[in-house]
């Protein structure tokens, strides 16, 4: 596990899609409200497949977790909320904070997943888990996550005692 820049990190190579929903999973039994989860990848390399297995994981049914493209926010509600994010269609923090979306960035009531996250990038966010996905070829990933604050360093360091390893 590294450091980098004051956030801690760990490193998934060769993902497959079965590697990516054990991942989103184990993250999405941990979390707890007020919980941020900012997503970042290309166009196809599995936000989504992602955000499911992280709602599976929360003990949502994935099957109704859809890319909230066009309407910019989905929420998913059991025993825990899940507010998701779609900000493909903004073009930075002008248009996010224009959208009016920034009191649910982190909800008392649940947990937030922000797909194409690097549109918000500048903000000042406090505490956070960052997940960046990157295509290897066609089939397989890697998935960076990184931590910034207490709260998620300790979420890694439980969750993920080795990295840079397959998953």
């Known amino acids: 596990m590294g450091e980098m820049k004051g956030l801690k990190e760990i490193n998934f190579k060769n993902v497959d899609v079965e590697g990516m929903r054990r991942i989103g999973c184990e993250i999405g039994k941990n979390l707890v409200e007020g919980d941020l989860i900012l997503l970042k990848g290309d166009l196809g390399s599995g936000k989504t497949i992602l955000t499911k ?3 599976e994981g929360m003990g949502i049914d994935r099957n109704k977790v859809k890319s909230p493209s066009f309407v910019l926010m989905n929420i998913y509600s059991d025993h825990l909320k899940l507010y998701h994010m779609d900000l493909y269609r903004l073009n930075d923090e002008d248009d996010f904070i224009s959208s009016g979306l920034m009191e649910f960035l982190q909800p008392v009531d649940g947990v937030t997943v922000v797909e194409w996250a690097d549109r918000i990038s500048k903000m000042k966010l406090n505490e956070f888990l960052e997940i960046t996905i990157d295509f290897e070829d066609e089939e397989r990933r890697s998935v960076r ?14 969750l993920f005692k080795v990295g840079d390893d397959e998953f």
């Open 53 to 55: 297995a992280i709602a």
């Open 145 to 158: 996550l990184r931590a910034k604050g207490e709260r998620f360093d300790q979420l890694i360091e439980s």
